[in-house]
């Protein structure tokens, strides 16, 4: 191309030109301007970031090659694993014809006309053990008592597989819901569903039946399926399938050290109220060491003395290993774990001199009754001004000043009167379910085993209930006593959110008993990180466990129908502080009664069992938390109480006790949080109804019944239902009208409510020693 020339024409923009409008990048700078300022400049120190890091080709490969690798390493860590530790089953039937024993008999006969090699045995606590060669694994088939509730769950809770057992002729169970309510809500370990019997139904309506019982378990196990057990095929096909199946992790169990008792022995001791309890099992889920403590659920916290290394006479039949007895570890009494759950409260702490003699008279002097004669209609504040006269309180003067009818007494606002009637503020009635006889033959032999007093306190507790669903946290102001005197412990919140509150602010004398972390979220994570680094007796180990200081008592009449459970605690498990945790109602048992709080409950929290009087509480964010005086259908609350330390995640299971010997799940959930400055907030609502309505005012009666105390009130905000707010400008007369101010025009049919608010404390109930055969 010719160079251009200056002679040449060069296009140059006219006035028309159109001018687009500039990009607008908003507050931020955009990616040009950045780099303009930048003007080429490079961050030194700028890293990478992990997270967003962007992983090569090579550098995926090698992750799956690791993650593959670790995989595999699992798999052959368990087949060895099976030779040595035997695969724990719990044998649970679902319906009441299906009797375990006998089939188990059944299951080895036909194993045995089947040519399985295969070999058996029996502990010393009724287990029973099976070695199938075939599949290079042992089982140990427990039996546990289904009748007993609280010893099926202590059972489940070390086992590894549970099989159900189903008779096709016989059909469920009436207690299924209850008892697969409890097992789910406690943490399901690998389940495995049999059904048995199908061969005594026509052969017509085998397939029938089997899916019938296949629609009914995918009510609670949704992706089981049902495997018959009739033939030595389906047999082999049950226990491939319960050997080869991935077992199901439960946090609670696996990050502590746990054992099922299969011998025990009891060593009494000089004092024979005390001894040892020798206990041999499988060691599982953590190391255990022997300067830790043991819980035994249902009996407490243990010290141990020595642990053994044992040799298992089934596990030597088929593999040939002989271990010898050896002592693996004894207790250091410097280095072990005391049993101090409590702290000892010092009576005399913060006190800096004892009192004089003048000054104990003085005080003598001032808690003395004053009595004072004042004409009758004066009020408590005008007889101040009378001077006062003491008394000794005797009983013919006191009957002549009450005949006396120009003058009355006129006592302290301290007075054990008033005293008494906060204090009933505070109690409450318990009442259990009343139980009726499912089958009553006569009228009048039914009546015989009706209570009228239990029906009434019911009735009382549903209509309770019924009136705070409908009007929430609503009280009626007394007309026997000052309002002031009765809410004398409530304030006024001007913001239930953002209002503060000091959390060490007037605590009951229990608090000083309990022990409270600095940070209790990072004391949990350095305790599950040291879980690695515990010497002892490693999982899998056949140990023998000296359990010391057990009492006779409670080993010779433990029920046998139930195993012995070891579970080991981590470091602080003993002590006792306030534990909160998370409850809903299961939908699947319906329980009517409404559950009132400070009512007693049975908890299965985790690997503990305890009875308890909680209260309940909201489950919502904030540093306040609202008081619920019922714990309802379709509510979820928190359940606070005085209880050992239990670090999260564990499963909680909330049941009540009934008169006839049975229980009912009222809540299942897991623990929150171990936390005493946890405040829960009692609201009391105070209701007046408006008389008279203005423009930005109105006249409220109804709320209080005298001037003294609207005056005492007059600082804390009033609300409507109808979300108005206001204040009180003045008492209107003497009778409890007064005049109230609002942000707008309030309707007549509102109703004007007025909010305090108290801490509330739960009260000491913790108890551990609850008998499963209750």
Request: glycine residues 4%.
């Amino acid at each position: 191309m010719k160079p251009e020339t200056r002679d040449q024409a060069v296009h140059r923009p006219g006035p028309a030109k159109q001018d687009n409008k500039k990009h607008k990048t908003g507050r931020h700078r955009s990616k040009g301007i950045l780099e303009i300022l930048k003007k080429g400049r490079s961050a030194q120190n700028s890293a990478k970031s992990k997270a967003n890091h962007l992983l090569s080709r090579m550098e995926r490969r090698n992750q799956a090659k690791i993650l593959r690798k670790t995989k595999t390493e699992n798999v052959l860590i368990e087949k060895r694993r099976s030779l040595n530790v035997p695969h724990l089953v719990a044998v649970i039937p679902l319906s009441n014809n299906v009797f375990v024993n006998e089939k188990l008999m059944e299951m080895i006969n036909v194993l045995q006309k089947a040519d399985v090699k295969l070999s058996t045995a029996v502990a010393s606590e009724g287990y029973s053990h099976l070695w199938v060669e075939q599949f290079k694994q042992a089982f140990t088939f427990i039996r546990p008592d289904c009748s007993s509730v609280l010893g099926l769950l202590d059972t489940l809770k070390v086992v590894d597989t549970i099989l159900f057992m189903v008779s096709a002729e016989g059909g469920f169970d009436q207690d299924v819901d209850l008892l697969m309510t409890c097992i789910l809500a406690q943490g399901l370990p690998s389940t495995v569903v049999a059904i048995t019997d199908l061969e005594k139904i026509p052969l017509k309506k085998q397939n029938e039946a089997k899916q019938c019982i296949q629609k009914d378990i995918e009510n609670w196990l949704p992706d089981e399926k049902v495997s018959k057990i009739d033939t030595s095929t389906d047999i082999l096909n049950v226990l491939r399938r319960i050997s080869s199946q991935k077992k199901r992790s439960i946090t609670f169990r696996d990050r502590r050290p746990h054992l099922l008792a299969e011998e025990l022995a009891f060593i009494p001791s000089s004092d024979d109220n005390v001894g040892t309890m020798k206990v041999s099992g499988f060691l599982r889920g953590q190391t255990l060491s022997v300067n830790s403590l043991v819980h035994i659920p249902g009996w407490g916290d243990f010290q141990m003395e020595q642990i053994d290394l044992s040799s298992n006479e089934f596990i030597k039949s088929f593999s040939g290993k002989d271990v010898q007895t050896t002592v693996l570890e004894t207790a250091s009494p410097v280095l072990q774990e005391n049993l101090i759950c409590e702290n000892i409260p010092d009576p005399m702490d913060a006190e800096q001199t004892w009192p004089t003699d003048e000054e104990m008279k003085e005080a003598i002097s001032k808690n003395k009754r004053m009595i004072k004669r004042v004409p009758q209609g004066m009020s408590v504040y005008q007889s101040a001004w009378i001077p006062d006269e003491e008394s000794d309180h005797d009983d013919e003067n006191s009957e002549s000043d009450e005949r006396s009818d120009d003058f009355y007494s006129i006592e302290d606002e301290t007075s054990d009167n008033e005293m008494k009637s906060m204090i009933d503020d505070h109690m409450e009635t318990m009442s259990m379910t009343s139980v009726a006889s499912e089958a009553p033959i006569d009228a009048d032999k039914y009546d015989l085993q009706f209570d009228i007093n239990e029906e009434e306190k019911i009735l009382t507790k549903i209509k309770e209930a019924k009136a705070d669903q409908l009007f929430p946290d609503e009280v009626d102001t007394p007309n026997d006593m000052p309002a002031r005197i009765r809410f004398q412990k409530y304030r006024g919140l001007q913001s239930f959110r953002t209002s503060p509150w000091d959390v060490k602010e007037n605590l009951p004398a229990e608090y000083a008993r309990i022990f409270q972390f600095e940070n209790f979220d990072r004391t949990r994570k350095r305790i599950f990180k040291n879980l690695e680094n515990i010497t002892g007796a490693m999982p899998d180990w056949y140990i023998t466990v000296y359990v010391k200081n057990i009492p006779a008592k409670m080993f010779h009449s433990r029920d046998a129908r139930n195993p012995i459970v070891l579970f080991g605690l981590m470091p602080h498990e003993q002590k006792m502080s306030v534990l909160n945790v998370v409850l809903k109602r299961p939908s699947t048992v319906h329980f009517d009664e409404p559950i009132k709080s400070k009512s007693e409950l049975i908890f299965q929290c985790g690997f503990r069992r305890f009875t308890a009087e909680p209260i309940f509480s909201q489950h919502t964010n904030g540093n306040k938390f609202k008081y619920e005086r019922f714990f309802h259908q379709d509510s979820i609350v928190v359940a606070t109480m005085f209880a050992p330390i239990v670090y999260p995640p564990s499963s909680v299971i909330a049941m009540k006790h009934c008169k006839d010997g049975s229980f009912q799940i009222i809540g299942n959930g897991n623990v929150l949080s171990v936390n005493p400055d946890r405040v829960i907030v009692k609201r009391t609502v105070l209701s007046g109804h408006p008389f008279k309505v203005h423009k930005h005012s109105a006249v409220v009666r109804f709320m209080f019944f005298n001037r003294e105390d609207i005056d005492w009130f007059r600082p804390v905000e009033l609300r409507t239902k109808y979300g108005r707010r206001g204040h009180i400008k003045e008492p209107l007369g003497t009778h409890g009208h007064m005049k109230c101010g609002f942000d707008g025009q309030v309707k007549s049919q509102d109703t004007v409510c007025l909010n305090l608010y108290k801490r509330v404390f739960p009260k000491w109930t913790y108890n551990q020693f609850y008998n499963v055969t209750k």
